[in-house]
């Protein structure tokens, strides 16, 4: 026994040095691989730095000492940079800092690192011993210009306005270098913790392989122990236990011999059960035998009464809402509205229709539709107190107060009211319930109602006319700003024939080419020079004349009939903008507005298609999209901006600011433009916090390096404040209204705008 123990003492200290060899490998393997990717890092970063930005090629070219020493700080960020140093296209050093330098730094030659390097690739040389390797590392990286070096008199004004317009455009020079200097050793340094965590881990390691060694020469011992307890335990008298081990020799057979005993044991002690459990099962047959048939039962009556509630809830119930359908709710309001004839009694119904929800099905899917549809029916529901419930005289499980006609339209049905300011207090309720927000599948999503009322018997006498009461009450409540109720009165009369006609005319509106495009100038507000424009939608109808967008826009919206509208404006203003250049006007951009039923997958097809056809180059165009469109599925909107920016067209957000930007899905979208909303250019002037506000959106455009538009721009202080802040271009009545293309191009031969911003600057 002896022996055995110390061959497995043997076994365990052979097996803990081999763990420790290879935890020790492991470690130095982890640590040398995290140092040579944070050298890399470090490279990496420098060289993104030189990209960034038109700052560092300017002060080169122009050998400007001051500006290049406050550049070079930002390479200054990893503690291992300690020298950086901007070199000329001749190898001559015009600007360098240092931080941190040893006393041994010496640093190489620029011609040594830039020694048989490309002029366009980033070099490299080592120096010095370390730990890890060489203790310093000089990097040489290219800077890269659009402007040519060896042009000396480019002035500063038309340097940036070339970089500015040279996007993608000719090949780059090498305007000079960035000469840096990097500390390996203190990237040793950073990497010390590092390598703390692994040699704990890998400690860790190694002690639960001891564990495990020691565990498996206990378990080689373990059948003797176990031979031991089974012997006290037949002594004790428990007889339920075998003994189980591996094996051919003498253990193996003590067992065989010891399990043999306990099985007679066993076997007569089951003689003497088996008597005792054959009575005790006749018992309990019997007893199943009754509990079965009762049972059965009670199953056969509950499932009638199921079956008979389920077809009741299928028939009279919307399954989606679980709200009383309109077959219930034709049948219970026809009988409340002969109870409160009976005894001269008032009824109210409320229509409810939700504002745009055809928007939110389209730009979230029908599985929000439907979640959106839920929570509104439980807000409406618990908005109406018991004191606004249908009578005592009906069914309770038939109660209509809310009801789901289908789709987006709900019912409230108030009896025994006593004049109509009760039902006015239930829907100002009701708004107030789906004012606050609802969260839906990530989206915070606020959906606002428009509610018509109607009166029996005052309006209708009958369920069918009563309907079409409230139904028209609602249209005038949508046509009037929505979010709001109406009542229905004996001058609606003929108005839902009157909408019809209006959507009737506006789907013929193409075919018979009544649509038409003004364009509103976008003025660089330094220069006064016409950067772009804005092409803004009228209906010059036959019988109205020039109906303005906020009267038919909705209406086509809602149809649906946006997309092919969307898509004349589209080519139209392509169009438009090839008839610019061709009568020599020069249009930098022309600006259209893309609704949320255009922006789906294949909408990127069709700009390619349209630029194609019209010949228009994609820079000259640029697309505005609200917040409400590309946040409405932001992961989605991120492939589709991505897809419309490769075919080179611009990208703006409109209306920036009145919807519910996420600021880290924000500087992902591949975006040119922000459009700062016309309530804020309004607004600046009311209160610090109004101000403050434009500020902030300025700033934050900025940072992402997005040209800056204010829109409504239409008082002289307005344009001083956002001169002030540094907007670059805006657009608004105090320059020109949308014009018809006639007028516009006589406003963009004559341009008088620089004269104007110049009056208006020297006031």
């Known amino acids: 026994m002896a022996g055995f123990f110390t061959i497995g003492r043997t076994i365990a200290m052979l097996l803990v040095v081999v763990f420790l060899a290879a935890s020790a490998a492991l470690t130095f393997f982890l640590v040398y691989e995290q140092y040579s990717r944070q050298s890399a890092q470090l490279i990496s970063d420098s060289v993104w730095i030189s990209k960034s930005g038109s700052q560092l090629p300017l002060a080169i070219h122009y050998k400007d000492e001051r500006v290049l020493e406050d550049l070079l700080g930002e390479y200054f960020g990893p503690d291992a940079v300690v020298y950086a140093a901007a070199i000329d296209t001749l190898d001559n050093p015009i600007a360098e800092r240092t931080r941190g330098l040893g006393e041994n730094y010496q640093s190489a030659l ?170 005790s099962m006749k018992v309990e047959e019997r007893t199943a035998q009754l509990s079965k048939r009762n049972k059965e039962l009670s199953k056969a009556v509950q499932e009638v009464t199921e079956t008979k509630d389920r077809m009741r809830r299928m028939a009279y119930y919307d399954s989606l809402t679980d709200l009383p359908n309109r077959q219930l709710f034709t049948e219970q309001l026809a009988l409340l509205m002969r109870i409160a004839k009976r005894e001269g009694h008032n009824l109210a119904l409320l229509f409810i229709d939700l504002d745009n929800f055809k928007r939110i099905n389209d730009s979230l899917g029908h599985s929000a539709g439907d979640a959106l549809l839920r929570e509104v029916a439980q807000r409406l529901s618990s908005s109406v107190r018991e004191s606004d419930l249908i009578s005592k005289y009906l069914d309770a499980h038939s109660k209509i107060d809310v009801s789901r006609l289908g789709g987006d339209e709900f019912t409230v049905v108030l009896h025994k009211i006593e004049n109509q300011d009760v039902a006015s207090t239930v829907a100002a309720r009701l708004l107030e319930a789906l004012r606050q927000p609802m969260l839906i599948e990530g989206h915070e999503i606020v959906v606002t109602p428009s509610i018509g009322i109607a009166l029996a018997p005052r309006d209708a006498s009958t369920v069918e006319d009563l309907l079409k009461r409230a139904d028209t009450a609602m249209y005038h409540s949508k046509n009037e700003g929505r979010n709001n109720y109406r009542f229905y009165s004996s001058a609606m009369k003929g108005s839902g024939v009157g909408r019809l006609k209006l959507e009737t005319d506006l789907r013929k509106s193409l075919e018979r080419d009544e649509l038409l495009l003004h364009y509103q100038p976008q003025v660089d507000i330094r220069t006064g020079a016409i950067v772009g424009a804005e092409a803004l ?119 920036f600011g009145t919807g519910y930007s996420s600021l880290s899905y924000l500087s992902r979208f591949p975006l040119d433009e922000l459009k700062i909303d016309r309530s804020f250019v309004i607004d600046y002037n009311k209160s610090q916090n109004d101000r403050s506000l434009i500020e902030a959106i300025i700033a934050m455009g900025k940072s992402l390096n997005l040209m800056m538009v204010a829109e409504g721009v239409d008082e002289d202080d307005q344009f001083r404040f956002l001169y002030g802040q540094g907007v670059q271009v805006i657009q608004g009545f105090l320059f020109s209204k949308p014009l018809p293309v006639d007028e516009f191009v006589e406003l963009m031969r004559n341009n008088p705008f620089p004269a104007q911003i110049k009056a208006i600057l020297d006031q």
């Open 110 to 279: 620029f011609s040594e690192v830039r020694e048989n390097a490309d002029p366009l690739d980033v070099a490299q040389l080592s120096s010095g011993t370390s730990i890890m390797g060489p203790s310093y590392l000089e990097v040489s990286i290219p800077v890269f210009s659009y402007i040519n070096p060896l042009e000396k008199d480019v002035a500063r004004d038309e340097f940036g306005n070339r970089v500015a317009y040279s996007r993608n455009e000719g090949a780059q020079h090498v305007a000079g270098y960035v000469y840096l200097g990097i500390d390996l050793t203190k990237v040793e340094q950073s990497v010390t913790d590092y390598g703390i965590r692994i040699g704990a881990a890998s400690l860790s390691f190694c002690l639960v392989a001891i564990l495990l060694i020691l565990m498996f020469t206990r378990r080689i011992t373990a059948p003797l122990s176990n031979l031991a307890q089974l012997a006290q335990d037949i002594s004790a008298g428990k007889l339920d236990k075998t003994f189980k081990a591996r094996g051919r020799g003498e253990v193996g057979q003590i067992a065989s011999m010891i399990n043999n005993v306990i099985k007679e044991l066993n076997s007569y002690k089951a003689r003497l059960d088996v008597d005792h459990q054959l009575l």
């Open 537 to 655: 939608i009228r209906w010059q109808h036959p019988e109205h004349g020039l109906v303005p967008p906020f009267r038919f826009i909705p209406l086509a919206e809602e149809t649906g009939l946006i997309v092919p509208i969307g898509d004349w404006v589209l080519e139209e203003a392509c169009r438009q903008q090839m008839s610019f250049q061709q009568q020599k006007l020069a249009l930098p951009k022309l600006a259209i507005n893309v609704s949320s039923l255009q922006f789906h997958g294949k909408f990127a097809d069709k700009v390619a298609k349209v630029l194609i056809e019209s010949g228009l180059s994609p820079k000259r165009l640029e697309l505005e999209l609200t917040e409400g469109v590309i946040m409405g599925d932001a992961k989605a909107s991120i492939e589709s901006l991505h897809n419309l920016k490769k075919l080179g067209v611009r990208l703006s957000v409109d209306d």
